[in-house]
């Protein structure tokens, strides 16, 4: 009797089997083609927008943030199961691809800056040299933008990791461009009315309205010092501690102390910064009106002191615009976002812009967030190297293992780059690929016209018109080693050491020719630099200029 009931429920258990695999096929069937479970990797194939959100605007006009969440679960969802190998599942189209590329160009300009291509918060992608940078970074955007290259190319943790620096680069651009927002210096010519005829277009979405900031005592900000400085004493006893250790070849620390938590992350990153949103404040009450969005909107050519007023806003938020459908790690399509290119909210604890653009990066099927979360990516690249850090045992082993994970990339690069002629031609790629403007320096100016002609010769203009990466990647290829390079593009007065001797701390950028003394109100370039005796990173011109800064 036991033995027929058992075989009773095998067979029913077959059957659900054989029939949710018959579903399971014919939704793929129904859908295009998709992946297998072990995919190789290659793009995935989308299946075009459902036709509820083809009226995105009328569906979801006024719901709640619970209404909406019913209706968009019920909606048609991707699931294909990605190889763990695969870091990148599909292209860059469309705006988010025509963000991505004004990142890539913005990178290209940065790095001659000695700030934003290395953000502190990624410290292996710090340890790299200015030459390696470069190459992932060309090596990533020809992957992602141009159609007919191979994504094979880019599954790497290093280019994840260089994408994750664009992302951070358009966080930081979008911050700046808030904050000098309505500088008359800034602009070239008065645009004070635009600002205000925008602002009270939508006083609503004015997200630092209401809100007053309490200012700190005198004894709270000596108590943060005196915090800070015992901190910063702490963390410079351990820093010689750990460095022992590296001496040694120590690979794990064995105190228990030193740990990181039981959850296996690292407390001192922001644990939001890659988990996964539940940002409902994004969505609340539907979509901005359309007329509200198109309301006094600036396009590069008409308005142009207007449009780079909010040129980043702008990209960002046509990318949003495209995003109709869902992804199998959001539920809810940036199409309804509640809020639209004229939001400045920078004094927003959490900015709207910044949590938007991190569904967009992160959320939207272009990485394989799985994959980074198996292979434990965030507690290895994300968050700072600081005092902080360094003064808490239970993030050394963290240390140790970053060092080590920078040796191993910087190993091979280094010891086979010769000179920096590959930088020099990698700039001249992520030019051709993204800029939409002419600009160059005499040293580029035979090269730029032999591109330009190329150009033509394949019935395309790159001037003013974004888009055809894979045309204008064929184009550079056929001019690459026209004129060859000796300085950064555009900017000849800057160069570069040797990858082999770049000291890369994050802070102190020592692989540059050039440095300066680290009080901001201090222009002198040419006077001899003193190392900080404290911390040894920073360098002053004088003992007045120290005292000033601190």
């Given at each position: 009797?036991v033995?027929?009931?058992?075989?009773?429920?095998?067979?029913?258990k077959?059957?659900?089997?054989?029939h949710?695999?018959?579903?399971?096929?014919?939704?793929?069937?129904?859908n295009?083609?998709?992946?297998?479970?072990?995919?190789?990797?290659s793009?995935?194939?989308?299946s075009?927008?459902?036709?509820?959100m083809s009226?995105?605007?009328?569906?979801?006009?006024?719901l709640?943030v619970?209404?909406?969440l019913?209706?968009i679960?019920?909606m048609k969802?991707?699931?294909?199961?990605?190889?763990?190998?695969v870091?990148f599942?599909?292209?860059?189209?469309?705006?988010?691809?025509?963000?991505?590329?004004?990142?890539?160009?913005s990178?290209?300009?940065t790095?001659?800056?000695q700030?934003?291509?290395?953000?502190?918060?990624l410290?292996?992608?710090?340890?790299?040299?200015?030459q390696?940078r470069?190459?992932?970074?060309?090596?990533?955007?020809?992957?992602?933008?141009?159609?007919?290259?191979p994504?094979?190319?880019?599954q790497?943790?290093?280019?994840?990791?260089?994408?994750?620096?664009?992302?951070r680069?358009?966080?930081?651009?979008?911050?700046v461009e808030?904050?000098?927002?309505?500088d008359?210096?800034?602009h070239?010519?008065?645009?004070?009315?635009?600002?205000?005829?925008?602002?009270?277009?939508c006083?609503?979405?004015?997200?630092?309205?209401?809100?007053?900031?309490r200012?700190?005592t005198?004894a709270?900000?000596d108590?943060?010092?005196?915090?800070?400085?015992?901190q910063?004493?702490?963390?410079?006893?351990?820093?010689?501690?750990?460095?022992?250790?590296?001496?040694?070849?120590?690979e794990?620390?064995?105190n228990?102390?030193?740990?990181l938590?039981p959850?296996?992350?690292?407390?001192?990153?922001a644990?939001?910064?890659?988990?996964?949103?539940?940002?409902?404040?994004?969505?609340?009450g539907?979509?901005?009106?359309?007329?509200?969005?198109?309301?006094l909107?600036?396009?590069?050519?008409?308005?142009?002191?207007?449009?780079?007023?909010?040129?980043?806003?702008l990209?960002c938020?046509?990318?949003f615009?495209?995003?109709?459908d869902?992804?199998?790690?959001?539920?809810?399509?940036?199409?309804?976002?509640?809020?639209?290119?004229?939001?400045?909210?920078?004094d927003?604890?959490v900015?709207?812009?910044?949590?938007?653009?991190k569904i967009l990066?992160?959320?939207?099927?272009?990485?394989?967030?799985?994959a980074?979360?198996?292979?434990?990516?965030?507690?290895l690249?994300?968050?700072?190297?600081?005092?902080?850090?360094?003064?808490n045992?239970?993030?050394?082993?963290?240390?140790?293992?970053?060092?080590?994970?920078?040796k191993?990339?910087?190993?091979?690069?280094?010891e086979?780059?010769?000179d920096?002629?590959?930088?020099?031609?990698?700039?001249?790629?992520i030019?051709?690929?993204?800029?939409?403007?002419?600009?160059y320096?005499?040293e580029?100016?035979?090269?730029l016209?032999?591109?330009?002609?190329?150009?033509?010769?394949?019935?395309?203009?790159?001037?003013?018109?974004p888009?055809?990466?894979?045309?204008?990647?064929?184009a550079?290829?056929?001019?690459?080693?026209f004129?060859?390079?000796?300085?950064?593009?555009?900017?000849?007065?800057y160069?570069?050491e040797?990858?082999s001797?770049?000291?890369?701390?994050?802070?102190?950028?020592?692989?540059?020719?050039y440095?300066?003394?680290?009080?901001?109100?201090?222009?002198?370039?040419?006077t001899?630099?003193?190392?900080?005796?404290?911390?040894?990173?920073?360098?002053?011109?004088?003992?007045?200029?120290?005292?000033?800064?601190?």
């Amino acid at each position: 009797m036991v033995n027929n009931k058992k075989k009773r429920s095998k067979q029913k258990k077959a059957q659900r089997t054989t029939h949710a695999a018959n579903n399971t096929n014919a939704s793929r069937s129904s859908n295009g083609n998709r992946n297998a479970a072990h995919c190789e990797p290659s793009p995935i194939h989308h299946s075009p927008p459902s036709s509820d959100m083809s009226n995105m605007q009328d569906t979801f006009q006024g719901l709640s943030v619970q209404e909406m969440l019913l209706n968009i679960m019920n909606m048609k969802m991707r699931h294909q199961q990605l190889d763990d190998h695969v870091l990148f599942t599909r292209k860059l189209k469309g705006a988010s691809a025509q963000l991505f590329a004004k990142g890539c160009e913005s990178y290209l300009e940065t790095a001659m800056q000695q700030c934003f291509d290395a953000p502190d918060e990624l410290p292996v992608w710090c340890g790299l040299s200015p030459q390696q940078r470069m190459k992932l970074m060309v090596e990533l955007m020809v992957g992602l933008l141009c159609e007919e290259e191979p994504l094979e190319d880019i599954q790497t943790e290093q280019h994840f990791v260089a994408y994750m620096t664009i992302w951070r680069l358009l966080r930081t651009r979008m911050e700046v461009e808030m904050d000098i927002e309505g500088d008359a210096g800034y602009h070239d010519v008065d645009i004070s009315e635009q600002l205000d005829a925008i602002r009270e277009s939508c006083p609503s979405e004015d997200a630092s309205e209401g809100q007053v900031r309490r200012k700190r005592t005198q004894a709270e900000k000596d108590e943060q010092e005196r915090a800070m400085a015992i901190q910063s004493k702490l963390a410079s006893r351990q820093k010689k501690k750990i460095a022992k250790n590296i001496e040694k070849g120590t690979e794990k620390f064995a105190n228990d102390d030193n740990k990181l938590n039981p959850e296996g992350k690292d407390d001192s990153i922001a644990e939001d910064e890659l988990t996964y949103c539940t940002d409902a404040h994004l969505f609340e009450g539907g979509p901005s009106p359309q007329h509200s969005r198109a309301h006094l909107r600036p396009t590069e050519v008409e308005s142009a002191s207007l449009y780079y007023t909010f040129k980043w806003r702008l990209l960002c938020d046509d990318a949003f615009q495209e995003e109709e459908d869902t992804s199998r790690y959001y539920f809810t399509p940036l199409k309804i976002l509640n809020f639209n290119w004229k939001l400045n909210d920078l004094d927003d604890q959490v900015p709207r812009w910044y949590d938007a653009l991190k569904i967009l990066f992160i959320y939207n099927g272009v990485i394989n967030y799985d994959a980074i979360m198996q292979r434990d990516m965030i507690t290895l690249h994300f968050g700072e190297l600081d005092d902080a850090t360094y003064a808490n045992p239970k993030h050394h082993q963290r240390i140790l293992d970053v060092t080590k994970t920078t040796k191993q990339w910087r190993t091979s690069f280094d010891e086979s780059h010769v000179d920096n002629t590959d930088f020099f031609k990698q700039q001249r790629c992520i030019y051709a690929i993204t800029a939409t403007e002419l600009y160059y320096d005499n040293e580029d100016k035979k090269w730029l016209e032999a591109f330009c002609h190329a150009c033509q010769e394949d019935n395309f203009s790159f001037k003013n018109v974004p888009g055809n990466y894979q045309k204008r990647l064929n184009a550079y290829r056929s001019v690459q080693d026209f004129d060859t390079p000796t300085t950064c593009y555009s900017h000849s007065h800057y160069t570069f050491e040797p990858p082999s001797t770049y000291n890369g701390s994050g802070q102190d950028m020592a692989g540059y020719c050039y440095e300066h003394c680290n009080e901001d109100r201090c222009y002198g370039m040419n006077t001899a630099l003193f190392k900080c005796s404290g911390c040894k990173v920073v360098k002053y011109c004088s003992r007045e200029c120290q005292k000033k800064d601190w």
